[in-house]
């Protein structure tokens, strides 16, 4: 029988490469984007952009902190090492009215632009979490893509693998890394200092949608070490 607070790792393989705005991607905010999508169904696509940022989800995931300041004990991507490259996606302008007839592309206000992805090329990405293991498998069988240029083809699924793992906490390893964003307020900024030299933080979400401007504040910053207070 599966335990709520037991840790678990969710191993999602890729059959083409996986990008990423930020360098990682965070579990709760992928799992909020599941549940949206099976809440609303069709009305997913169609719901003005605002509107998904103030529903109202109730994920399976086990919940740490306090007050405005709480968060999913989930784990932000995890990638084994693999080769780093960069693509290259066409931005071409809108264009409205009497100037569809003749723009030029190359120059002046409807100048396409090549925007730069960074890419990772891996087998698989992990990540960790405590909570309802049985659901959210559920809601992994329904992912097909994952990470930015999915319609592209990049991050395409080709499996889900959720297994129990022998780690004292999700948030946490055993080194002192930290897996994702965590509010400085569980930061001993002290005793971080003694241990580790520094306690960099960051201003970042700590929430899903990790895309909204609002809720930004100080956080850790994932793969740094910390002594925490929660």
């Known amino acids: 029988m599966r335990s709520r607070s037991d ?10 490469p996986l990008i990423t705005t930020i360098g990682f991607t965070m579990f709760d905010g992928l799992l909020a984007h599941l549940e949206a999508r099976r809440q609303l169904g069709d009305d997913f696509y169609n719901l003005p952009t605002n509107k998904l940022a103030d529903l109202e989800l109730d994920l399976p995931l086990r919940k740490l902190g306090s007050g405005r300041d709480w968060f999913y004990a989930t784990s932000a991507s995890i990638m084994p090492g693999g080769a780093v490259g960069v693509t290259r996606v066409r931005k071409r302008p809108v264009v409205d009215g009497p100037d569809r007839r003749r723009v030029h592309l190359g120059k002046g206000r409807y100048k396409a632009y090549d925007i730069p992805f960074l890419y990772r090329s891996a087998r698989y990405v992990d990540f960790l979490f405590e909570g309802d293991a049985e659901e959210v498998e559920h809601l992994l069988a329904h992912l097909f893509a994952l990470g930015k240029k999915r319609a592209e083809g990049f991050g395409t699924v080709r499996g889900v693998s959720v297994e129990p793992v022998e780690l004292a906490s999700a948030i946490q390893l055993p080194d002192g890394r930290v897996t994702r964003p965590i509010p400085a307020r569980y930061v001993d900024i002290s ?3 003694e241990l580790y030299g520094c306690a960099r933080l960051q201003p970042l979400r700590f929430r899903p949608p990790y895309w909204a401007k609002r809720g930004v504040t100080l956080c850790t910053v994932p793969g740094e070490r910390y002594v925490l207070n929660i």
Do not use: D, N, P
């Open 7 to 16: 840790v678990y790792r969710a191993r999602i393989y890729l059959m083409t």
């Open 191 to 193: 005793r971080t200092g």
